[in-house]
């Protein structure tokens, strides 16, 4: 298996023990940020041999947790982030992704297309954070922290 292969998540699931209702927009979102992330990511758990990895997203006591196993789930380890640094950055992004979908259905192209940019902005702000806070944890690429930072904004949602 090549490096890549080794260094990859194979499966993600999000631990939705307390699971709401969400809009249509949001669960597509999950969905593409799922699909897109198996497609292709790149993972690395700080001292790992290699993988690929099976990873539950999760929220428990406040805090994000990434549960990692090998594919054949064999635990590898788990990486727990404080909420805290990322509320700002998630609240502004369902701000703007509220006003994006709403703006889609009668907003002039001008509008819709700056409001897209600023949640793209946003967005990448929020990868951006999770890289961060994930140095010397876990290394990844650039679009796999971003399908990972849409899914911390799903899971949220249930708080």
């Given at each position: 298996m090549t490096?890549?292969?080794r260094?990859?998540?194979?499966?993600?699931?999000l631990d939705e023990r307390m699971l709401v209702?969400?809009?249509?927009?949001?669960?597509?979102?999950?969905?593409?940020?799922?699909?897109?992330?198996?497609?292709?990511?790149s993972f690395r758990p700080e001292g790992s041999a290699g993988g690929p990895y099976k990873l539950v997203l999760g929220i428990e006591e406040g805090r994000l947790v990434f549960d990692i196993a090998l594919e054949d789930a064999t635990p590898?380890?788990?990486?727990?982030?404080?909420?805290?640094?990322f509320r700002r950055v998630v609240k502004d992004y369902f701000l703007i992704c509220e006003s994006y979908f709403n703006a889609i259905r009668d907003a002039p192209p001008a509008q819709i297309e700056t409001l897209d940019m600023s949640r793209r902005s946003v967005h990448d702000?929020?990868?951006e954070l999770l890289a961060e806070r994930l140095k010397g944890k876990i290394g990844m690429d650039?679009?796999?922290a971003r399908r990972l930072f849409t899914l911390i904004c799903v899971l949220h949602l249930k708080g």
């Open positions: 490096e890549a292969g260094y990859r998540i194979a499966s993600i699931e209702r969400r809009t249509r927009q949001i669960e597509q979102e999950r969905e593409i940020a799922i699909y897109d992330l198996l497609e292709a990511n590898h380890g788990r990486v727990v982030l404080s909420l805290t640094p702000e929020g990868s650039r679009d796999t």
